[in-house]
């Protein structure tokens, strides 16, 4: 069965770092691509960025591009997102997903449980 | 970067009614469109690729169409567990439409 398992909730203060994992099973993972996805409280979904576990290419959506690093270690078939400097406005529910289609970009066919980052001071 | 833009915002419906979600795409993306449901404290779930092609397990009263920049989720007969939040992607690049809230009338 395949799985996406993310790290757990985080609650952190503003200007300190953080790196969430996304750590996939059941399937060879590194012909796949990972993305991550932003949803704030309340709001929509938000493609932040996405990175092939095979060779590390990594996309991002220019809204993020600059705010957060996406980083992978296909020997574990693990996504990262990480932050060198919270802000509050980072405080959101952050999900990582697969695209389905082997080494192309490709719907979502499976998702994260998401992980809870606050960021309050 | 291609903008995908959902309407209505809000969509009120009678249980046993059919329910049309538009989703457009501000250029061409092919039928490269998904469309995915979520409910409340729940990770959002695949239901059509390919802009019409049911994903695995998903109900035959579910149906996409479209292509270009035009698309429409359609939900034939609305179930209780259908009132959710409804979004499209264009999966060429990653962005999602801003979503369509199903709610009971």
């Known amino acids: 069965e395949v799985q996406l398992v993310q790290s757990g909730a985080e609650v952190k203060k503003p200007g300190e770092s953080l790196k969430i994992s996304c750590k996939g099973s059941?399937?060879?993972?590194?012909?796949?691509?990972i993305g991550w996805v932003r949803q704030m409280a309340g709001k929509g979904l938000e493609w932040m960025g996405i990175?092939?576990?095979?060779?590390?290419?990594?996309r991002y959506s220019p809204s993020f591009q600059g705010q957060v690093t996406i980083s992978a270690d296909k020997s574990i078939s693990t996504a990262y997102l990480q932050w060198s400097s919270l802000k509050a406005s980072d405080t959101a529910m952050y999900y990582c997903?697969?695209?389905?289609?082997?080494?192309?970009?490709?719907?979502?066919?499976?998702w994260g449980q998401g992980t809870l980052v606050t960021v309050s001071s | 970067e291609i903008v995908m833009t959902q309407s209505p915002v809000t969509l009120s419906v009678s249980p046993g009614e059919r329910a049309t979600l538009s989703c457009r795409a501000s250029?061409?993306?092919?039928?490269?469109l998904a469309w995915y449901q979520q409910k409340p404290g729940q990770a959002p779930r695949l239901l059509i690729y390919g802009a019409s092609t049911r994903a695995t397990g998903i109900p035959a009263r579910f149906s996409g169409s479209g292509s270009g920049t035009e698309f429409t989720l359609t939900i034939s007969s609305l179930q209780s567990e259908d009132f959710a939040v409804y979004y499209c992607q264009q999966y060429n690049n990653w962005p999602f439409g801003g979503g369509t809230k199903v709610e009971i009338k």
């Open positions: 997903a697969r695209s389905g289609y082997s080494y192309g970009l490709g719907p979502a066919d499976y």
């Open positions: 059941g399937h060879n993972f590194t012909s796949y691509w």
């Open positions: 250029q061409s993306v092919s039928s490269n």
């Open positions: 990175i092939y576990l095979g060779d590390s290419d990594t």
